[in-house]
T-cell receptor, first 117, second 114 residues
Framework: GAGVSQSPSNKVTEKGKDVELRCDPI?????LYWYRQSLGQGLEFLIY????????KSGLPSDRFSAERTGGSVSTLTIQRTQQEDSAVYLC???????????????FGPGTRLTVL | GENVEQHPSTLSVQEGDSAVIKCTYS??????FPWYKQELGKGPQLIID?????GEKKDQRIAVTLNKTAKHFSLHITETQPEDSAVYFC?????????????FGTGTKLQVIP
């Protein structure tokens, strides 16, 4: 079946503009995650969704970052008033989301490369 | 919280040789350890995983080992090929607040020289 998809694949924006990044998870996956990957760095956790609610937002770096998920499926990550330090690859992952499962594997999308000029 | 350390950060091997990447974790509550391969311009792809009740798992040229006592786990790639060149991430996962929270290592850039 189809994997996790993200759009756009690349986004170039000017400092101070708002951007929206979209993630379409694997069908049937109730859990959805956003990560940020700066150049040559590891994966920085941003937020986790279970269904439409976000029990863990602890990784959002500032109040300029927000995310929502509707219909238990598509998620949008919004960055307001973008700054140059926001430039990174934003990765989305989804998983079955079974609480207590010992192997709730996350499957990643291809990412959105954001460049803030 | 969990802390995962990964070494080395870069690794160059000759085609046909073996490659080993090592990780350590800090929280004994971690019970699932996936490994991801990330090729340039793509998202990380799961290549192999191991649960805490297993000491070793093998899939063709790839194997993972886990030492729960020492909190060490390793990825072994034998008979390396140029297409193995990529960045590899280890991860440790534990249940936290009703879901599996995953902490990633900082990655190892593997270069296989033909």
């Amino acid at each position: 079946g189809a994997g996790v998809s993200q759009s756009p694949s690349n986004k170039v924006t000017e400092k101070g503009k708002d951007v929206e990044l979209r993630c379409d998870p694997i069908s049937g996956h109730t859990a959805l995650y956003w990560y940020r990957q700066s150049l040559g760095q590891g994966l920085e956790f941003l937020i986790y969704f279970q269904g439409n609610s976000a029990p863990d937002k602890s990784g959002l770096p500032s109040d300029r970052f927000s995310a929502e998920r509707t219909g238990g499926s598509v998620s949008t990550l919004t960055i307001q008033r973008t700054q140059q330090e926001d430039s990174a690859v934003y990765l989305c992952a989804s998983s079955l989301g079974f609480s207590g499962s010992s192997t709730d594997t996350q499957y990643f999308g291809p990412g959105t490369r954001l460049t803030v000029l | 919280g969990e802390n995962v350390e990964q070494h080395p950060s870069t690794l160059s091997v000759q085609e046909g040789d073996s490659a080993v990447i090592k990780c350590t974790y800090s929280d004994s509550a971690s019970n699932y350890f996936p490994w991801y391969k990330q090729e340039l311009g793509k998202g990380p792809q799961l290549i192999i995983d191991i649960r805490s009740n297993v000491g070793e798992k093998k899939d063709q040229r790839i194997a993972v080992t886990l030492n729960k006592t020492a909190k060490h786990f390793s990825l072994h790639i034998t008979e390396t090929q140029p297409e193995d060149s990529a960045v590899y991430f280890c991860a440790a996962s534990m249940e936290s607040g009703g879901y599996q929270k995953v902490t990633f290592g900082t990655g190892t850039k593997l270069q296989v020289i033909p």
